[in-house]
């Protein structure tokens, strides 16, 4: 690699560094509390899935329209449940 190519590195490097702001109280607490957030969400979308597989088979049985009533509503749920986001975001 040349100088000037090392000399671009570096200057860009250091414009990264200089831009980037100071961690804030609400970084911190978002790096605790994500892992926390996501056994939260594990627990949640586990147990959605538990209720909405008997559900979603009573909901096939269901007569007409109800049927399709049904299963958007339970997949709205599980959207809602195991969708994103998968991070606590501030």
Do not use: H
Request: aromatic share 4%; proline share 8%; hydrophobic share 50%.
């Amino acid at each position: 690699m040349g100088k000037r190519a090392c000399a671009a590195l570096v200057a860009l490097t250091l414009a990264a560094c200089a831009d980037k702001a100071p961690p804030t109280a609400a970084d911190a607490a978002a790096a605790i509390s994500t892992p926390l957030y996501v056994v939260g969400k594990s627990v949640t979308c586990a147990s959605t899935l538990g209720i909405a597989a008997p559900l979603g088979a009573l909901a096939a049985l269901a007569p007409g329209d109800d049927a399709r009533y049904f299963q958007g509503e339970i997949e709205q749920g599980l959207a809602t449940n195991c969708g994103p986001p998968y991070v606590l975001m501030r």
